[in-house]
């Protein structure tokens, strides 16, 4: 059964810091793609940052290229957002998702607020 559990959102200040990360079971974790995805309320689910495990390529959105960085640590089956320079309208649900045999999943999420 494929898991994801994200951990480390909070509340932090404009130009602040936080490491969001996701652990993950179930799935060949090293042979996956991995992306983060956040959410507002009232709006869609949005790309944020993606990771091709198995290749190591990444990508991002333009609103966060150069603030944010995505890695992992393939023994712990984790993976990790590193958010800096954080903004007021990156506060959001960050979800950590996957595709497994044609099927996405999804994490519960876990909420960020910028906020002064």
């Known amino acids: 059964q494929v898991q994801l559990v994200e951990s480390g959102g909070g509340l932090v200040q404009p130009g602040g810091s936080l490491r969001l990360s996701c652990v993950a079971s179930?799935?060949?974790?090293?042979?996956?793609?991995m992306n983060w995805y956040r959410q507002t309320p009232g709006k869609e689910r949005a790309l944020v940052a993606s990771?091709?495990?198995?290749?190591?390529?990444?990508n991002f959105a333009d609103s966060v290229k150069g603030r944010f960085t995505i890695f992992k640590n393939n023994a712990e089956k984790t993976l990790y957002l590193q958010m800096d320079s954080l903004k007021p309208e990156d506060t959001a649900v960050y979800y950590c998702?996957?595709?497994?045999?044609?099927?996405?999943?999804w994490g519960k999420g876990t909420l960020v607020t910028v906020s002064s």
């Open positions: 990771l091709a495990i198995y290749s190591g390529a990444t």
């Open positions: 179930g799935f060949t974790f090293s042979m996956s793609t």
């Open positions: 998702n996957t595709k497994v045999n044609g099927r996405m999943h």
